[in-house]
């Protein structure tokens, strides 16, 4: 963090075309965060937004000192979104979640207290609010993914997540590789714990992937992550 004013707790979020839903997600943040008196950062990323989500973020970082705004000069995807966030973030601790209501704030406090056991918590999505093919898609893509990864992870697309800062510093994402962050961050020697979280009905925009398209692209990427777990290498060693 050469160069940046430490704080407490960040807050990294993904936003495209998200105008509807930033508003009530800044309120949602401020009545979660601000209480536990520990300083803090939202730390969104417009990816390209071509609606006014940006426009509707600079408004609100007059009044809302904690908020800052990266912005993506195009639509990169969710992937870069998020690597960009983690770079600018300056948290001990960083959270990071949909920019669409669907994830609740509410759970971070909750989840950071669990990092006294762990080094990162990822939600998992017990009574998940979206249509039932998407469910079922995602029931068959974490099926498959631990078939071939050799992992456990119930929700591998939870967007709900906490680090502590190690698991992230110097952690290199390509594209799409954010489904599996677990697997990365335990590849790396990291304790992940997955833990049950909220879910909420999107009420305002609409998904920005369909069900097929994510699918196809996930196996790929999941081709690449298990290659990079039978090529893993990870030893101890002390000087003499």
């Not at 430490?6 to 949602?28: D, G, K």
């Not at 335990?186 to 879910?199: A, L, Y």
């Not at 692209?217 to 090529?231: G, H």
Request: charged share 25%; glycine share 6%.
């Amino acid at each position: 963090m050469t160069g940046k004013q430490a704080v407490e707790i960040s807050v990294v979020i993904p936003a495209y075309n998200e105008e509807q839903n930033v508003t009530a997600l800044l309120e949602r943040i401020k009545d979660v965060l601000e209480p536990l008196e520990r300083s803090f950062e939202a730390v969104f990323v417009d990816d390209g937004s071509t609606d006014n989500t940006l426009e509707a973020l600079q408004e609100h970082k007059q009044s809302k000192p904690w908020l800052r705004v990266i912005a993506l000069d195009r639509n990169y995807g969710q992937t870069c979104a998020i690597a960009a966030g983690f770079e600018a973030s300056r948290g001990a601790i960083i959270a990071t979640l949909d920019a669409d209501l669907q994830n609740d704030p509410a759970e971070i406090p909750r989840l950071i207290e669990m990092l006294n056991g762990c080094d990162a918590v990822a939600g998992w999505r017990v009574n998940r609010q979206d249509p039932w093919l998407r469910r079922v898609a995602t029931r068959v893509a974490n099926g498959v993914l631990n078939k071939l990864s050799g992992e456990s992870i119930r929700d591998s697309a939870c967007s709900l997540k906490v680090y502590k800062r190690a698991c992230i510093e110097g952690l290199t994402l390509y594209e799409g590789l954010h489904r599996f962050m677990p697997t990365l961050v335990r590849m790396r020697g990291f304790k992940v714990m997955e833990v049950p979280v909220s879910h909420h009905r999107r009420n305002a925009g609409k998904t920005k992937y369909g069900v097929w398209n994510r699918m196809f692209r996930a196996f790929v990427d999941l081709l690449a992550v298990r290659w990079m777990k039978k090529r893993n290498i990870s030893y101890h060693a002390r000087e003499l």
